[in-house]
């Protein structure tokens, strides 16, 4: 990307090539800082109708989500040592750095994970049979593991999320973090990796559900890409050996 940028504006500079190197050395130092991306959504805004709308997609993606990215690498350029850490580099070291860069360093990566968890209503499959037997050993059913899934979402005060995570010893958990905090940061009061979670900052859902949180969450499970979170799940449990 940033090489084509150079090259067209080596073309622009045409002849006169007096402009050229003080343009292609600008873009060769800003090459070498950190430049996290928003990737495209895994869907068009209105492929999640009519459980999230594609005005609460559009805004949620394309302002919210690129306005953590913008900030995390404006962070991240004030500071070289932090240059080449990877977001999860960060997660794991936030109670030394800025808040600004937990907040969206957080916000990033919680939604990178949100996008891809979610598919067009009904196309999103069932959990895997191992994904299947861990909620039901954890939980009862997976019914039972909804319903006290959606109680850690409405008990969550304020901006936050709600997440199922693979623990450290392998096993599941439901748990609960504010703002864009996330259970890989160090210092999680539950540490694990999340596989599924729920954005529930109003800017989530207050367009069609208003002050409902309760009806977004009871309503979200038709979203769910199960396919997704059932493979990192087995990538999770992999890890914790
Ligand atoms: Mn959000």
Redesign the pocket.
Known sequence: MRFSIIAACLALAGGNLAFAPPIAAQFATTASTAAFELAPLPYSTDALEPVIDAQTMAI?HGK??QAYVDNLNRAINSDAALADLSIEQLLARVETLPNSIRNNAG?HW??TL?WQIMASPGSGGQPSQDLAHAIDAQFGSLEEFKAAFKSAGLAQFGSGWAWLIVKPDGTLAITTTANQDNPLMAGAKQPGTPILGN?V?E??YYLRYQNRRGDYLDAWWQVVNWAEVSRRFAVAREQVG
């Open positions: 949620h919210h989500h916000g919680n939604h949100f954005d900052w800017h989530a």
